[in-house]
C-alpha cells in the first residue's frame, strides 16, 4: 500500500502563488508518474499536471505557463507551485501517484483564490 499526505493549499489573493506538496510513503515500487488533478464545486475531476517517468510533461491548458510540476525522487515527493493564480483555480487538489501497476489519491487540499 502507499500513503500520500498533501500539504500547502490555502486561501491567496488573486495574482498571489502557493506551493503544494504530496509525499509518498509505504512500499513503494518505481514510480511511473506523479501528478496533480483538481475538483471544483459541480465539476468532475480534471488534469492539472503530469510527469511520468518517462517522457513529456503535461499541463493543462488553463494553467500552462503559471503551473509547475515537479518531483524530489529520493523523497518519492510531488510539488506544485502555482503562480498568477485566478479565482477558476479555486478547487480541491488531489495528488495522484502510478506504482507498481496501481492508482493511488491522496485526500485533497483546499486552494481557494479570492479577494
Known amino acids: 500500500q502507499v500513503q500520500l499526505v498533501e500539504s500547502g493549499g490555502g486561501l491567496v489573493h488573486p495574482g498571489g502563488s502557493l506551493r503544494l506538496s504530496c509525499a509518498a510513503s509505504?512500499?513503494?515500487?518505481?514510480?511511473?508518474?506523479m501528478g496533480w488533478f483538481r475538483q471544483a464545486p459541480g465539476k468532475q475531476r480534471e488534469l492539472v499536471a503530469l510527469?511520468?517517468?518517462?517522457?513529456?510533461?503535461n499541463y493543462a491548458d488553463s494553467v500552462k505557463g503559471r503551473f509547475t510540476i515537479s518531483r524530489d525522487n529520493a523523497k518519492s515527493t510531488v510539488f506544485l507551485q502555482m503562480n498568477s493564480l485566478k479565482p477558476e483555480d479555486t478547487a480541491v487538489y488531489y495528488c495522484?501517484?502510478?506504482?507498481?501497476?496501481?492508482?493511488?489519491w491522496g485526500q485533497g487540499t483546499q486552494v481557494t483564490v479570492s479577494s
Open positions: 495522484n501517484v502510478l506504482t507498481g501497476g496501481a492508482t493511488y
Open positions: 509505504g512500499t513503494i515500487f518505481s514510480i511511473a508518474a
Open positions: 510527469m511520468p517517468r518517462f517522457g513529456s510533461t
